[in-house]
């Protein structure tokens, strides 16, 4: 399908918004109380394609799992409660899907067929595979199991000592609940701290998790038990409207009960080293997870170096962090990166590609970019590549450019941000 988009002259952005919930935590809540005892419940659930995978795979595994709209229930089956698929699970776009469950798996007494849609079939899966093979997991698939399709069948688990060469919140969180039914202690060391969802959510169902460091810890045999959560706004997904509030001129807008987790706000310490004017106030505590107000006005901004331990805490809002440097006065460079490489597209060809068509002046390197402010941006017919992320933030970059922009492959976007271009639409205004 194929979005078009209107700007006229001198529109602006303006209002208050709430975004979707958090991907990550969405994720995680639906898979820790599918295998908790007792029940769930989850508010503010994010209802796009990837958690709605997530969803069904527990179902086809005999969870029962009740939704209406983002208020879910879930009756935990106990980790040892899944029941063998009759069905291959199909992740469809969802790399967290795939990996957190071949965690989950690893120790199962069933087998398993996994596969996802053409995004997926490039993404490495041997990240996740070779440590849970160490541990003594049974999984198979394309290239010695490096890629989809794959096939696991769990098996009786010893606890390891990983040493993960990348930074990467989906292979720690594979590895700890791999570790939840190992032999002994499993622990993983990354080289830089990725987010730490996992973690808390752990010890929210009741499990101990320990931390030295960039080294997290956990016991075999631990239980998990059902709780309640409430799914705080996705910082990745408000992180399209801080960016479009800060480059349209004459804008204000306030992104109301946004997560502010540390490992994740790696985009408004750059926003503010360039020179963006960003409010940021605090929720109540009471949630394991911080959450904030976020008010960001129209701002001029500078280019800076982005690179080293910020990228992890960073790495999904570099597409439209990429597209707040057009507007920036000097050049911005993105290093260290190279992970982007391996998202739901390859992102750095996919930015450069598509941001070049409307007009901005960057450049592929190894691990990143270079962009050279400020530039114009016209309209253009632009392509999503099946990437919510680039999609999104194209139709941002739309508001820059006078005329009408054509986005291909739009509906990518319901992966995760359902009502995104309603929301974008509502907060246009004429300047007049
Ligand atoms: C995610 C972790 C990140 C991120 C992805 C979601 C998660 O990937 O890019 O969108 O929910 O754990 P890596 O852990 O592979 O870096």
């Known amino acids: 399908m194929s979005m078009l988009l209107k700007t006229d002259e001198g529109i602006r952005l303006k209002g208050t918004l709430s975004v979707p919930g958090d991907k990550s935590i969405s994720h995680r809540a639906v898979m820790f109380g599918s295998i908790a005892e007792g029940t769930t419940k989850i508010h503010g659930l994010l209802t796009g394609d990837d958690c709605l995978r997530t969803i069904d795979c527990f179902q086809k595994m005999g969870v029962q799992i009740e939704r209406n709209e983002d208020d879910v229930e879930i009756r935990g089956r106990g980790i040892d409660g899944l029941q063998e698929p009759k069905e291959i699970l199909d992740v469809r776009n969802s790399g967290t899907t795939i990996r957190l469950l071949l965690g989950i798996l690893a120790n199962a007494a069933f087998h398993a067929c996994l596969i996802g849609d053409e995004s997926i079939a490039k993404r490495p899966m041997d990240r996740v595979v070779q440590p849970l093979l160490k541990m003594g997991a049974k999984i198979d ?227 990143g970019m270079k962009i050279y402010g400020k530039s114009k941006l016209h309209p253009a017919t632009v392509d999503s590549h099946g990437d919510h992320r680039i999609g999104m933030m194209l139709a941002i970059a739309s508001c820059l450019a006078k005329g009408e922009t054509a986005i291909e492959n739009n509906e990518a976007i319901g992966i995760s941000f359902p009502r995104f271009f309603d929301l974008l639409e509502e907060l246009k205004h004429s300047n007049t």
């Open 141 to 367: 698939g394309r290239e010695n199991g490096s890629f989809t399709p794959l096939s696991i069948r769990g098996g009786s688990l010893t606890g390891i000592d990983y040493i993960s060469p990348v930074a990467s919140a989906q292979v720690k969180s594979a590895v700890l609940l791999a570790g939840l039914r190992a032999d002994g202690v499993t622990s993983v060391t990354e080289p830089q701290l990725s987010r730490d969802h996992t973690e808390r959510m752990l010890r929210l169902f009741g499990c101990e998790v320990e931390e030295d460091g960039l080294k997290k810890s956990i016991k075999g045999n631990q239980t998990l038990r059902g709780t309640t959560i409430h799914i705080p706004g996705d910082i990745s997904s408000a992180a399209f409207f801080l960016v479009a509030g800060l480059i349209v001129p004459n804008s204000e807008l306030t992104i109301l009960n946004t997560g502010i987790n540390p490992t994740r706000t790696g985009i408004i310490d750059v926003l503010k080293e360039m020179g963006a004017d960003i409010l940021m106030e605090r929720k109540d505590e009471s949630s394991i997870e911080p959450v904030a107000d976020i008010t960001v006005k129209t701002s001029s901004l500078k280019g800076i170096e982005i690179g080293g331990d910020i990228i992890p805490r960073l790495i999904d809002e570099i597409p439209v962090i990429a597209l707040a440097a057009t507007q920036a006065d000097g050049t911005t460079i993105i290093k260290d990166a190279a992970e982007l490489k391996v998202k739901e597209t390859n992102r750095i060809e996919t930015v450069v590609k598509e941001l070049s068509k409307m007009g901005a002046r960057i450049e592929a390197t190894e691990d």
